[in-house]
């Protein structure tokens, strides 16, 4: 006769409440059994005293006759100390599964056709941005460029003909309104 130590489940609906017991394998879950050995409640706070009550003595003495504890007493006499229960490893419990995987790959798709085309948006806008950057700070580019010891002997002079050029630029602005406006002197 295979025994088992196993929980018996009673109390009501939604109030569950177990004896431990030691039973013959092949009976029903609530049904007839050996011996009662304890009692768990799991309504109870998980440090409360009362929560799992055990008479070590006795599931000693069912172990020791041949008798195999299901997984949740298992841990009980472990917490116990009255049998050491092996660490089990599920490493697949966490992953996902397949139709996760899916959906997750399709939005890691969508996600990135999305960066692609905000990234060509972006280029489409920076291109004319660029050729007006470019043209005005050919000096600054080249200062940048340099290491810094030579950058630092260099932004003087770089400065000075920015200074000087600025000056320079400014005049032929204000040349050229002037010659619109005689232009339209002319005309009129």
């Not at 006759?65 to 089990?88: K, T, W, Y």
């Not at 939005?107 to 692609?116: G, H, L, P, Q, R």
């Not at 003087?156 to 010659?179: F, G, I």
């Amino acid at each position: 006769m295979a025994i088992a130590i196993r929980l018996s489940r009673g109390g009501a609906k939604k109030r569950p409440y177990y004896r431990i017991v030691v039973a013959d394998a092949r009976s029903p879950r609530d049904g007839k059994y050996l011996e009662q050995i304890g009692t768990y409640n799991p309504l109870l706070a998980k440090g409360d005293e009362n929560r799992v009550k055990l008479d070590g003595d006795r599931a000693k003495h069912w172990l020791s006759v041949g008798a195999q504890p299901s997984d949740r007493v298992a841990r009980f006499l472990d917490a116990a100390g009255i049998r050491e229960r092996a660490a089990r490893n599920n490493p697949n419990k966490g992953e996902p599964g397949e139709a996760a995987k899916a959906r997750a790959e399709e939005k890691a798709e969508k996600a990135a056709e999305a960066a692609e085309a905000a990234k060509a948006a972006e280029e489409e806008a920076a291109a004319p941005a660029e050729e007006a950057v470019t043209e005005e700070a050919p000096a600054e580019e080249a200062a940048a460029e340099a290491p810094a010891e030579e950058a630092a002997a260099e932004e003087a002079p770089a400065e000075e003909a920015a200074a000087e050029e600025a000056p320079a630029e400014e005049a032929a602005a204000e040349e050229a309104p002037a010659e619109d406006a005689g232009e339209e002197k002319a005309e009129g």
